[in-house]
């Protein structure tokens, strides 16, 4: 299981989640998160960063 989540949200838009429990919800319009860091490795894999644990998990687009 990774450390950050990330799933839809019902009402549209993403959220995030990490083990420490931070959180946080994405529309779709909105392009920067406020509470993690989305980093692209290359084409297909990013790599998201939680700022206040410092956490991190990569993911496949
Ligand atoms: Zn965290």
Redesign the pocket.
Known sequence: MD??DMYPHPDGGWVMA?????SELHKRDEKYWSLFDLRWLDNYRYRIS?R????SSDHAA
């Open positions: 450390k950050i990490c083990a420490c429990g931070i939680c206040s644990c410092g956490q």
